[in-house]
């Protein structure tokens, strides 16, 4: 089989512009090397009624096409479970009865990132274990890494090294991690390429460990610049007409929010009529903006 890349929203809200120019940049990475482009929907955690139906509606109106049919996460979880029976197997999983503020309270090791695993409960003792048990807190099932760094290459970045810690794999309450979730999909579909925000970026030296854990090659990777609003800070509803309905509402056409998306990555002029076929032909990601788009204020 061929390679693929894909875009994978969390039906959460809809989405905003910037998240829109990640998906077109994913398609465009995938369309001109060749490859199949897919649709995840990562929907193991919040998801608003209607949000998907919106989400793909918007990819859609702007001529995003995919091939296959759109995946959602939740029908994969026997797929997730038997990746994290294979770990387990190895030795290389453990409970984890650590509360999110424990773990930011905890003393971390020197050069660690913030938020980084200490490792409270990776040497508990049976004793230990079954104590933490008895006082009725659920454990999250956490993987026994055996590393503390791994190397990734990113199209944008280079060569880059990122700490590998003890992700989750089994949240407490039994949903299967996005960490885990994420690296078996790309895995299973045949994913050796992922473009996506490059507020992501310090998550792929740790996914990538974890796929050579499960037997899977790790993709090539592009973390693209986000969208900020004028403070520097992530889109938001209060920053005015930032998704694809609010400018349709605003009297732009679908045409003229595609262009402002594409001049935006340097691949049409304000005003241009353009289509994604046209943009595919212009678009070299060596050329790709390396700082965010600041989007216009209301």
């Not at 955690?45 to 296959?68: C, N, S």
């Not at 994604?276 to 965010?292: C, E, G, M, V, Y």
Request: hydrophobic share 40%; proline share 8%.
């Amino acid at each position: 089989m061929e390679g693929a890349g894909r875009f994978a929203p969390s039906p959460s809200g809809d989405l905003h512009l910037g998240n829109l120019r990640t998906a077109l940049l994913a398609w465009l990475f995938a369309r001109t090397s060749g490859r199949d482009f897919l649709i995840r929907v990562e929907d193991l955690d919040r998801v608003r009624p209607g949000a998907m139906e919106r989400q793909l509606d918007d990819l859609r109106r702007l001529g995003l096409t995919w091939d296959g049919p759109v995946v959602l996460q939740s029908h994969r979880l026997p797929l997730y479970h038997k990746a994290i029976d294979q770990l387990r197997e190895r030795d290389l999983t453990y409970p984890c009865f650590c509360t999110r503020k424990e773990i930011l309270q905890a003393p971390s090791a020197p050069h660690a990132p913030d938020g980084a695993y200490p490792g409270t409960c990776r040497n508990l003792s049976e004793a230990e274990r079954a104590e933490k048990s008895a006082s009725g807190r659920s454990p999250a099932l956490r993987l026994r890494a055996g590393i503390d760094s791994f190397t990734v290459h990113d199209e944008l970045f280079g060569e880059v090294t990122g700490p590998v810690d003890d992700v989750v794999l089994l949240r407490g309450d039994g949903v299967p991690a996005y960490n885990l979730a994420v690296v078996v999909d790309d895995g299973a579909q045949n994913i050796d390429q992922v473009v996506r925000g490059d507020d992501l970026l310090t998550s792929a030296p740790r996914q990538a460990y974890l796929a050579q854990l499960l037997d899977i090659e790790p993709p090539s990777y592009a973390h693209v610049p986000l969208a900020l609003n004028s403070e520097g800070k992530r889109l938001a509803k209060r920053d005015g007409a930032v998704t694809l309905a609010d400018q349709l509402e605003a009297g732009r056409s679908t045409e003229q929010v595609l262009t402002m998306i594409a001049s935006s990555i340097g691949l049409a002029e304000p005003g241009e009529v353009v289509t994604p076929p046209q943009l595919a032909d212009r678009f070299d990601s060596r050329k790709i903006p390396r700082t965010p788009w600041i989007f216009p204020a209301k």
